[in-house]
């Protein structure tokens, strides 16, 4: 059965809308012929042909996407991963550099206030990013969601909280401007945030995704959120700035979140 590809099936979408719409247009003009409406659900494989006099109408705008998509933006040297790492791995610390990069500025003119962190989730990243040239397609495959950036203000005692849901996770889930150490018994050797000890009555803003802002991934401190901003800026977007602005993406695995041997 041939795959369809995500712009080929929002074409079927679109058409069907505007079909149904158009039905129901023409039984609001003649309403004593509508008797009934029904639907079922119909397979997309082979066999069936586009319609020549839609494609044509459609071609060019698709054709449009797909130049978009595929222009190189930036060059990445060697495979980006989420899994060349225990505690932090390449696809991680560049998601979660980039939100704080590009979002910094957006939050900082809107509520005068700085980022002091990022946290994302490790199931979030969908994709690899392969060797080679990176467009804005790449960004949809490692990001497909329509996830935004919330930037939450916690105290220090929520952060700590976030501190014990990492390690019990025991996932890579991608964070920024902080540095967390464990012991070999998997306790707190260092944890800092921008290099500073954490101040349990201090508040800290942190920018993470709408999904994990509601508790999503089972992130239940940011339920202690004392304010939560809106910035209405897509993660994926934010990659796909992010990648304008470079030549090539270099991340590593780095320090900011490890455990002593």
Do not use: W
């Not at 949809?140 to 990492?166: H, I, Q, R, W």
Request: proline share 3%.
């Amino acid at each position: 059965m041939a795959k369809l590809k995500h712009f080929d099936i929002l074409k079927i979408k679109h058409f069907v809308i505007f079909l149904t719409l158009l039905h129901l247009a023409s039984c609001k003009n003649n309403p004593e012929q509508l008797k009934e409406l029904t639907g079922k659900q119909i397979p997309i494989d082979t066999s069936f042909t586009s319609v020549d006099s839609i494609q044509k109408f459609i071609q060019p705008y698709h054709d449009r996407v797909e130049s978009i998509l595929d222009s190189t933006l930036a060059y990445a040297p060697f495979v980006i991963t989420k899994t060349d790492g225990k505690f932090n791995t390449t696809a991680g610390n560049l998601m979660a550099d980039i939100v704080l990069s590009e979002t910094s500025p957006i939050f900082n003119k809107r509520t005068g206030h700085t980022i002091d962190l990022v946290l994302l989730n490790h199931g979030g990243i969908r994709s690899i990013i392969s060797k080679g040239n990176v467009t804005s397609r790449t960004a949809y495959e490692v990001m497909p969601f329509e996830n935004s950036v919330v930037v939450v203000e916690l105290k220090g005692d929520a952060l700590l909280k976030m501190v014990d849901y990492l390690i019990q996770s025991k996932r890579a889930h991608p964070v920024a401007g902080i540095q967390l150490i464990l012991n070999k018994d998997n306790t707190v050797n260092t944890f800092t945030i921008n290099g500073k000890s954490v101040d349990k009555n201090k508040s800290y803003y942190v920018a993470t995704s709408d999904y994990l802002v509601t508790g999503g991934d089972n992130m239940n401190f940011f339920k202690e959120a004392l304010s939560k901003t809106e910035t209405d800026y897509k993660i994926r977007n934010a990659m796909i700035d992010f990648f304008s602005k470079v030549d090539t993406l270099a991340p590593k695995v780095d320090l900011r979140y490890y455990q002593l041997q």
